[in-house]
């Protein structure tokens, strides 16, 4: 059952990272040069907020997989490897990189809020200003877009190290070592 409940809940998990990461991936090589291709501007904006609006929700769903997933695995980690209750959490290599994976992944989620809440909303409301014909300034749009796009790579980039730190806590034969 213990074991069941294991790979189940690492599914769990895997599964959040790939509706985490996948639809990032998506939107950054599909999504932009097909925009591109709807030439009614007010059209490609109400397109582009559909599709970031469906992306939080994928992205968010995944967000709370990884994040209850995660909760369960690290909960009953000492009993499923059967660690000793006097073996202290650092002094394997698994509690180290467990906390450094948690630092990086808070980084990550001050960066994907900024995005979400900040620099996105600031993004599409110049970009709908500009679709209903208002004067928009067009260096302000450009500011707008560099600085989302590098809190987005940014957020995809840590995400991508917490997935090989993921991978290396739970490869046993190294992580199960002294640290
Ligand atoms: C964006 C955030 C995260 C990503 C991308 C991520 C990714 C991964 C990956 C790829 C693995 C390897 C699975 C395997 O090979 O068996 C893993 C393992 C693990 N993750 Fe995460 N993770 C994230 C957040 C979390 C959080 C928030 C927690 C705890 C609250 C957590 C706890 C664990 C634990 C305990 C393992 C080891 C499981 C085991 O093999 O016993 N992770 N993670």
Redesign the pocket.
């Known amino acids: 059952m213990e074991s069941f409940l ?1 790979i189940l ?2 599914w769990l ?2 599964l ?2 790939a509706l ?2 996948g639809p990032q991936v998506f939107l950054a090589v599909a999504w932009g040069p097909a925009s591109r291709q709807i030439t009614d501007f007010p059209q490609r904006v109400a397109a582009m907020r559909t599709i970031t609006r469906r992306f939080g929700y994928l992205g968010g769903f995944g ?1 709370l997989l ?2 209850a ?9 000492r009993e ?2 059967a660690i000793p209750a006097d073996a202290e959490f650092t002094s394997l290599r ?1 509690g180290v990189w ?1 906390i450094i ?2 630092n990086v ?1 808070i980084v ?2 001050v960066l994907v809020a900024l995005h979400m809440v900040w620099a996105g909303p600031r993004q599409l409301r110049l970009y709908e200003a500009k679709a209903r014909g208002e004067q928009v300034d067009e260096a302000e749009l450009r500011r707008e877009r560099a600085v989302s796009m590098t809190l987005s790579i940014a957020g995809l980039l ?3 190290a ?11 034969t190294w ?1 199960f070592q002294e640290a």
């Open positions: 294991h809940f690492t998990h895997l959040g990272v985490w990461v967000l990884i994040i997933a995660g909760t369960y695995l690290i909960v009953t980690w499923y490897y698994f467990f994976k948690m992944l990550m989620l840590l995400t991508l917490i997935m090989v730190m993921g991978v290396m806590i739970g490869t046993g992580s």
